[in-house]
């Protein structure tokens, strides 16, 4: 075809729909390309911040005695052991999870850009490297038996009840241990029922039990306290004083957990089995946990709440409640909440 003098070559129209299909393939690659970059700086970006993010929650808003909402850190710690846990929590876990992830989501980048159909249309044969797999079996049981050096630790606090000499991780983890700790003054056995909680104040004789209060009954007796949360009976304790927790479960029942998450304690409540652990509050206060086994229908309604007091209301309220054998009698010394 000719015009003018000047000749024009038709174009086919199969040259244009590959040339048309050419260049949305490049585009799409451009596009593709800018949103993982985009994307990855971004998950790097919060995943760099998340520790400062959990530490920055920590100093700031988190639930003192119970969770907040929006919440998203743990329980501000008030014992030693709950110290150790949020060490750990927030030291060698995130930054391990973090660095993990980063490291991950890196892979699976190159591995879309780099290595799909049109990138690489001709794949490497090759099945199996020795170096490779020697690393991605070693590095990660590197890993965890980092991680499980002062998880053992921790546990290990938990579980051990203080007799004064024996010294705990607290806030550093990968110590030897330097907190001291005294030996327990008190012992309170806590027996998970259906669907409640009975305490017994061992050494003085006296118990009582320990139910969930209903929104209205919240809104009669103890305006203010957390809803599936606040009990008629809390258990009262002192404060700087260690407390020995014998914890078990009906013979007749299932079993239960007993759970305080700022005392950084969680132990199975098992039916003819006494276990052990311990606390040691420096801090006076309401503070809220909650049965964490599946127990059964109620299982949901059976929060536990223990309330820290001075030594010196202390002693009013148990002289009280060993006089009275009347839990009413001797709760009724403290101050209102």
Known sequence: ???????????????????????????????????????????????????????????????RGHPEPGQFHLQESVTPIMDSIV????????????LIVVFVLALLVIVVVRFNAK???????????????????????????????PS???????MTIPDGERKYLGANVFSMGEVDVPAPTLTVKASGEQWYWNYEYVDQGVAFDSNMLNEDEIAATKPGQPRLLAVNNELVVPVNTTVRMQITASPSGVIHAFAVPSFGIKVD?????????????????????????????????????????????????????????????????????
């Open 1 to 63: 075809m000719s015009r003018g003098g000047v000749s024009y070559a038709a174009k086919s129209p199969s040259f244009s729909l590959g040339a048309r299909r050419k260049n949305l393939s490049i585009r799409g690659y451009i596009v593709t390309g800018q949103f993982f970059k985009k994307m990855g700086a971004a998950a790097a970006s919060a995943l760099a911040l998340s520790p400062i993010m959990a530490s920055a929650q920590e100093i700031g808003a988190v639930g």
């Open 152 to 158: 053992f630790g921790v546990l290990s606090d938990q």
């Open 119 to 149: 990138a690489n249309p001709v794949p490497a044969r090759f099945t199996h490297n020795t170096m490779v797999e020697i690393v991605w079996t070693v590095v990660p049981i590197l890993v965890l038996v980092v991680i499980a050096i």
């Open 269 to 337: 409540a098992v039916p003819g089995r006494l276990n052990e652990t311990w606390f040691n509050s420096r801090e006076t206060g309401m503070f809220y946990g909650q049965c964490s086994e599946l127990c059964g229908k109620d299982h949901a309604f059976m929060p536990i709440g223990v309330r820290v007091v001075t030594a010196e209301e202390f002693e009013t309220f148990i002289a009280a409640f060993e006089e009275s054998r009347d839990y009413a009698v001797a709760v009724a010394t403290l101050p209102a909440l």
């Open 87 to 98: 060490a750990f929590h927030d030291g060698i876990l995130m930054w391990t999870i973090s």
